[in-house]
């Protein structure tokens, strides 16, 4: 016998789930949940959504997401990806973005605008290359401290 | 005796073999790069194609009446059952080589998808709409990568005008539909090359002038790809890229 659980306390077992990548970010923070619905015989459906096509860490999310529903007394929980709509920066949520900064990656800015400088916060910086360590990632450079940073870029 | 395979399951498994060559000739360069800023872009842009592969040949064992998988699409194939334009197999060469030959796969590839977005086969439009976003990075920067090798010293000039005068012959593939391809076009499921020719044909023109490099003046057209006749590069590829799984029948991780 399995107690139902609310949309609310799943939300609150998913936000144990962080991306292996950039630890600070929880899957919710990084929008990638699209979904959560517990169906009439208490069963749970998790909708979720990749950041990038080539993303390697999205087998091993939704392998997580399985343990931690497996670990609260949740027999057999099915998780779906979707495509559509495709995944933008703008589903990261308030709170990622203020992780993100203080873990030392600028958050995505508002389009042709020039992230700040992690830690000097000076906007002039500049783009180092387009691609970074992770594909979410661009690498750029503060022309004030002189320190290259990681910029989460917008998509 | 088994149905031929459909135009739709063709589409999107060229699509798919596109993405994967592509991306196994970029991770190529993986420790190789001549910086490490290239080097890692050049994985990131392999690890997009080949994440878009996965997607498109997904799609095509969904609609598969056997009960294919996207392993034996990407792993079981003789050389003949690939059907891959012949650009993305050509060799790396040097660095300008693979950046003419990503700009000239971008160049066709970035608005090829923003109008695939609108297909009414929804499998795709949403690959579709999920790549261009990448693909707009790759565009991006394969187009600044010759401008500035083009515009650059007069060893990277000479280097860019070798690798157009090498690779320009493969261009005209793109947009030469095979047989399932017409069948799509005539019913506006994937996008008309005539309609798409004009914007591709000034985006590789505006930048070739940009890059002070002249456009190629040879009327030699290499195609055979799209039905599975090849050149000899694409054997050599496959066999690294399938020996695992030809080695070792159904390992995994
Ligand atoms: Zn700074």
Redesign the pocket.
């Known amino acids: 016998m399995t107690a139902t659980r609310s949309r609310d306390e799943i939300l609150q077992i998913l936000s144990r789930v962080c991306d292996p990548e950039i630890p600070v970010l929880t899957v919710l923070d990084l929008g990638i949940i699209r979904d959560v619905s517990v169906e009439n015989d208490s069963s749970v459906i998790v909708t979720i959504t990749p950041t990038y096509s080539g993303c390697p860490a999205m087998r091993l999310i939704e392998t997580e997401i399985r343990a931690v529903l497996v670990e609260a007394g949740i027999p057999d929980p099915v998780i779906r990806t979707i495509l559509h709509p495709a995944w933008t920066t703008d589903w990261m949520t308030p709170a990622g973005r203020e992780k993100l900064e203080r873990f030392g990656i600028a958050p995505p800015q508002p389009r042709d605008q020039h992230p700040p ?6 906007r ?2 500049r783009e180092l290359s387009a691609f970074g360590s992770t594909a979410c990632k661009a690498l750029w450079q ?6 290259p ?1 990681d910029y989460f870029k917008c998509h | 005796m088994s149905a031929p395979d459909s135009p739709l399951f063709l589409f999107a498994r060229h699509m798919g073999d596109n993405g994967l060559i592509l991306g196994h000739r970029l991770s190529e360069w993986c420790g190789h790069g001549p910086v490490l800023e290239q080097d890692i872009t050049m994985t990131n842009i392999a690890l997009d194609l080949i994440g878009q592969a996965r997607l498109y040949y997904q799609l095509a064992a969904e609609m598969h009446p056997s009960d294919l998988t996207e392993d034996d699409i990407a792993y079981l194939r003789p050389e003949r059952a690939y059907s891959n334009v012949l650009l993305v197999e050509q060799p790396n060469g040097d660095f300008a080589h693979t950046v003419l030959r990503q700009f000239l796969f971008d160049a066709w590839h970035l608005p090829f998808l923003h109008r695939l977005c609108d297909s009414p086969e929804s499998g795709l439009g949403e690959i579709a709409a999920k790549a261009v976003k990448e693909v707009s990075y790759h565009y991006r920067w394969s187009r600044e990568w010759v401008i500035r090798l083009g515009d650059g010293t007069e060893e990277s000039h000479r280097r860019m005008t070798q690798a157009l005068d090498d690779l320009w012959i493969y261009r005209e593939e793109l947009l030469l539909p095979s047989d399932w391809e017409q069948t799509l076009i005539r019913s506006e499921i994937i996008p008309d090359p005539d309609v798409l020719r004009p914007e591709w044909q000034h985006a590789i023109h505006a930048t070739l002038s940009e890059a002070g490099l002249p456009i190629p003046q040879t009327p030699v057209i290499q195609q055979g790809g799209k039905n599975g006749i090849h050149t000899e590069h694409l054997g050599h590829l496959l066999a690294e890229l399938q020996y695992m799984q030809r080695a070792y029948p159904g390992q995994v991780w």
């Open positions: 400088c992690p830690r000097c916060h000076s002039n910086t503060c022309q004030d401290c002189k320190e940073f």
